[in-house]
């Protein structure tokens, strides 16, 4: 476990609320024809409209929850799409439960 890059990246009130969209996608976003938003994810796009940022900020913001472990990517075609990394969000909490 990456912890010190995971507590980096729960740093920022924008990237955890990424987290929190990504856990209930399709409470937040409405899906791309033919996407199953719970099994592939969000696109990129979606969350950069949401965030209300530019696509350069919020996919930097993407990449370093991305090598924290705590999304994954799926590229469809001309598309990525992000979701949680649901195994490594558990293995952070039994972290916090066991260690600190």
Known sequence: MKTIEIFKALSNES???ILKWLKAPELHFTPHEGIDMKETGVCVSQITEKLNMT???ASQ????????GLIKTERIGKFTYYKRDEDAISKITDFLKEEV
């Open 15 to 17: 990237r955890l609320q």
């Open 55 to 57: 696509q350069s900020t």
């Open 61 to 68: 913001y993407l990449s370093m929850l991305l090598r924290a």
